[in-house]
Every structure is written in C-alpha cells, then in structure tokens.
C-alpha cells in the first residue's frame, strides 16, 4: 500500500490495521465513481455554509461548481463537505450564540476528513468569522472564498439595498412618514439578487477584512454575488488552493501580529461593523494575537475613512468593487501598513500592491490626504460605566451628540424595550440617554443586534432622529446613530450597567475616551448587594455549554477553551 500521508491516504480512520483502513476508505471511494487516478490525487476540501435557511447564499451551488473546476485543472481532487449554516434573520436567539458551534465544527471537521487544503466558502455575517477561526485552529492551508454582495436596484427613482435602507425606511415608518401599504411595497425590493447585504455591513466587512489578512484571493472581497467575476474567482480559489496544498502555506503564517494590526487599519479606514471588532479579535484570538482597544484607539486617530459607503455614506459595495475594490484602500493605505505580511497567494502584501493597477474612482475611495472623515470609523469608550471597554461607530454617527451629559432612561430587558419603547407615556426627551440591560453576551439573549435601540415614537414622530444609546448588545453593520455597544462587563454578569436606574446621570465623551456612570460608590454598592444574575443557566445541550464558556466582547465572545493561550 502506499506510505503517502497525503490525500485521501492522510488521517485514515482507526482499524487497527492502517493498510486494512486505507483499502476500505478507497474501496467506499470508489462507490461515488471515482478512478483510481482522481484517488490519488492532494485532495482540496471545500467547506460551505448553504441551506434553505440561507438567502445570501442561494447561489453557492454554481459557486462549488467553479471551485471544483479549478481544483481539478490545477490537479487535485475537490471533495465538498456542508458546515453549520448561519442565516443572520433566519437564527433564534441570534447567529451570534452559534459562531462559536460552527466554528467549533470547521475546524473539527477540517482535521478529522482527509484533505491537504481547504477552500472556506461563506459570505452571511458569521460565517465568514466562523470559518476562519476553526480553519486558524485547525492550521491546514486554506483559503476564503466569499459569497459578494446583493446588486442594489432602482426603485421609485433611488437605488435600494439591503439592509442600510430597510433600516432607513422603517424609522420613516414607525415615524407616520409612510403608509402600510408603502412598507409592503419596500419589503419586496430591498433585496433581490444572490449574496450578502449590498452596503458596507458586518458580511461586507468581514470579506474585506478576509482580504486584507491575506486569507483570500486580491481583488476577491467586492465581486457582486451575480457577477461572472465571482464564478472567475470561484475558480481561482479552487487553483489557488491546490497551490496552497503543495506549498504547506498555513494561516498560522498569514494570520500575524502585523496582518491583523493591518486588518485593524482596514476596518477603520472603510468605516466598517462594530462587530468586525468582535470577529477578529476572535480569529486572532485561537492563534494568540491580542487585540487592544487601546491600540485601535491610536490606530483610528491616525487612519481616516476613506471610503463612501453606507452606512457612512452614500455608495454600495459594487460601487466600491468598481472603484477599485479593497486593493484601492489597501493602496492609500501603503504607507501605515506592515507590507511584509505574507497572503495566500505567497506573495508578500507589498508584492501585490505593486503590482496592481493604480486606477481608483476618487467619488468612491478618497486619497489619504483628502480622505471622507478625518478619523477612522470606531472609536473604544472605558470608564465607570464600562470598565473593560465599549465601541461607538463614530463614522456613522452624530458628532453633535460626542460630547454629553444626560438622564438615562433605562430598559432592563429586551421585553421591557418592546413592551415600552412606543409607549405614549414614557418619561423621555432627546436629550436623554436610552440604556439597554441584560442583552450582552450571557443575559440569556446572546448577544443579538439589539443596541439600535429605536426611537421613541413620540419623539420619531416629532422628527428626532438621533439620540445617545446604550448597551452591552451588538447592533448590525448596516446601521447608524450615536449608539454605544460591548459595553463590558455585561449586566448579566453584574457589571455597572446593570446597576444604572433611570434617572442617573451619564457623561459621553467620544474625545476622551470615556464612558462614565456620575453615581457615588456608596449607592452602587448598595444596588450591587441586590443584584441578581437576570436567567437561570440552561441546564443542558449546547446552550449550557455556551452559557458556561463566553467570554465578554474585549475577548471576541469565543470561547474560554478555544483561545490559545
């Protein structure tokens, strides 16, 4: 038999008899059709993360097809293998309670099945984060393959797409601005092609950022979902990771110190989510790579927004991809970048930004010396109200609302906001600050994109259409305000902002950084000895497991078992 560790001969199941093991796996293999020459072959696993409860991914049939093209022209054999699917709407608490499980699968998955490199194929907010970390713990060559953003289409005169716009008309909505009938009519033409969300969301984020780790292929992150480029692309990722196979090129040597500090000045510098900041703390997290809040701090004064996208601005991610894609960012930012950083293609960053055309539409990518903001996109807040950190997006929100003082207004439970938010009675004014309990990574809802607390309807009908608000939930990359998020520790965990009551006063300073409960030790004291943890811990399954292991959002919410030390 053969002494090849390689290919389908690599990690044969346990018999006894090694030899005995390999002659059945190749006799089963045989069963789907395959010859003996395809068996001998590197075999390139392609991990996806369709199903039926995935809209964004409708199109990763075809998306297969191509990647196994280019597997087989390059030389290898393409084996296809499902993930854990996570379609953001479609997921009950919230998809972010089960980026961790599909994490957690990818990487089992990838070191248990016989393949020498693996295509990563997701696009849909967690999967892209979810296939990185198990494929950075795993550490077999790998490459990301994303699914494109949606098209965004005319309609009544203005282009439309998801979700930026579905939050924009909603507040019009709940505001009296539009009828019923006109929100049904909106419903049906926000998203209405194949791929992720079309503005410069959490998805979008995350695949540039994929890009700008080295982890998948240049000028990859944009292609819209619908486009023959991607199928191209498809293609070449399925080459790439055949080259990848013969070469031993592992995340371990892409993902570095230096690729996520440059990942870090992407992220400001195209205005991106806030949960991007959870995501890649996470991934670096199962190699060891820290991620300081302070540092983003110091990275953000000095790396603009160059970028005009939604929800920032005013373009949508096949604007961007036509512009120049993330290659054009990348480019304005050569200066303040670590060009040595290895990528998938073996090149160094440096190698492949000078081979690149120079060519950028400046409506949409700004010079480094005339950028859309002065600053990058996010900003983190500490102080009494938020020992170990915050976020605030200030790229997307209202720089008239970074300096304040105000009462907060305090809802201590999702249900609570649902049951009063609207309420014609509700002692609030827009200079007030909304404070959301018990939402964060333990409080029993996991976490979900809650922190866009809505309007009062009293005051979205009087036209406010910003206001300073507060949370330990996340909020989606689609959305905007001035709005606080990860405030940590979580309530749930008995940090401080469980112990806020309405009528406290809150300062916010964007400037200095801060976060700041105004309420004397002696009275939080004596709200901390009537504290009480707001849920009974699940007693089984995986919701026990989760609920025992998160971490808070400074530690990107993974696992305590899954970060290396």
């Avoid at 006799?27 to 409860?53: C, D």
């Avoid at 009063?420 to 809802?445: C, E, H, M």
């Avoid at 866009?452 to 206001?467: E, N, T, W």
Wanted: aromatic fraction near 4%.
């Amino acid at each position: 038999m053969s002494q090849n560790v390689g290919g389908l001969a690599r990690g044969v199941t346990n018999y006894g008899d090694a030899d005995f093991s390999l002659y059945l796996r190749r006799s089963f293999a045989k069963s789907m059709g395959y010859s003996v020459e395809m068996l001998a072959r590197p075999v390139v696993g392609i991990a996806h993360s369709a199903s039926g409860f995935n809209n964004c991914h409708r199109h990763f049939p075809e998306l297969l097809e191509a990647v196994k093209r280019g597997v087989l022209a390059a030389g290898a054999l393409p084996l296809d293998f499902p993930t854990i699917s996570l379609g953001e709407v479609f997921l009950s608490p919230t998809s972010m309670m089960f980026r961790n499980l599909m994490s957690m699968d990818v990487e089992e998955m990838i070191r248990a099945q016989p393949m020498d490199a693996v295509v990563l194929l997701g696009g849909c907010d967690k999967t892209v984060p979810a296939l990185l970390m198990g494929a950075a713990a795993a550490d077999r060559p790998a490459v990301v393959l994303l699914a494109g953003p949606m098209l965004p289409m005319p309609y009544h005169g203005e282009r439309l797409g998801a979700c930026t716009d579905c939050r924009r008309f909603w507040a019009k909505y709940r505001a009296g601005g539009i009828s019923t009938a006109e929100i049904d009519a909106i419903e049906g033409n926000l998203a209405t092609t194949a791929g992720t969300c079309a503005v410069m969301g959490t998805a979008s984020t995350m695949a540039s950022l994929a890009e700008a780790l080295g982890m998948a292929l240049p000028g990859t992150a944009g292609i819209p979902a619908v486009h023959a480029d991607r199928l191209r692309s498809a293609e070449a990722t399925g080459r790439q990771a055949v080259a990848l196979a013969r070469s031993g090129l592992t995340p371990r040597r892409i993902i570095t110190p230096r690729s996520v500090e440059n990942a870090l000045r992407v992220l400001l510098a195209i205005g991106g989510s806030t949960n991007a900041l959870i995501h890649l703390t996470a991934i670096a997290g199962r190699l060891g790579i820290p991620v300081s809040l302070d540092r983003l701090n110091e990275l953000s004064d000095e790396t603009p927004v160059l970028v005009d996208l939604k929800p920032t601005g005013q373009h949508y991610m096949s604007d961007l991809h036509a512009a120049g894609g993330i290659g054009a960012v990348l480019r304005e930012l050569r200066p303040r970048l670590h060009l040595d950083c290895l990528t998938v293609t073996g090149e160094t960053l440096g190698e492949r930004l000078a081979a690149e055309a120079s060519w950028v539409d400046r409506e949409v990518v700004r010079p480094l010396d005339n950028p859309y903001q002065d600053k990058g996109g996010l900003v983190a807040l500490s102080g009494t109200l938020a020992p170990n950190g915050a976020i605030i997006k200030r790229s997307a929100a209202d720089p008239a609302l970074f300096e304040r003082e105000g009462r907060a207004v305090v809802f201590s439970s999702l249900d609570d906001l649902a049951a009063r938010i609207d309420a014609a009675d509700l002692d609030v004014t827009p200079d007030d600050f909304l404070v959301l309990q018990n939402a964060g990574p333990k409080s029993g809802a996991a976490m979900p994109e809650a922190g866009y607390l809505p309007i009062p309807a009293k005051l979205a009908r009087a036209g406010v259409k910003d206001m300073v608000r507060i949370s330990d939930a996340r909020m989606s990359g689609t959305a905007y305000g001035t709005i606080v998020l990860h405030v940590s520790p979580e309530a749930a965990v008995g940090g401080p902002l469980g112990l806020v009551r309405t009528g406290d006063r809150i300062r916010l300073s964007v400037a200095g950084r801060r976060l700041d409960l105004l309420v004397a030790e002696a009275g939080l004291a004596a709200r901390r000895a009537t504290w009480r943890p707001p849920v009974t811990p699940p007693a089984r399954g995986y919701a026990k497991l989760y609920m025992s292991h998160v971490l808070q959002a400074e530690h990107g919410c993974d696992f305590d078992f899954l970060r290396e030390a």
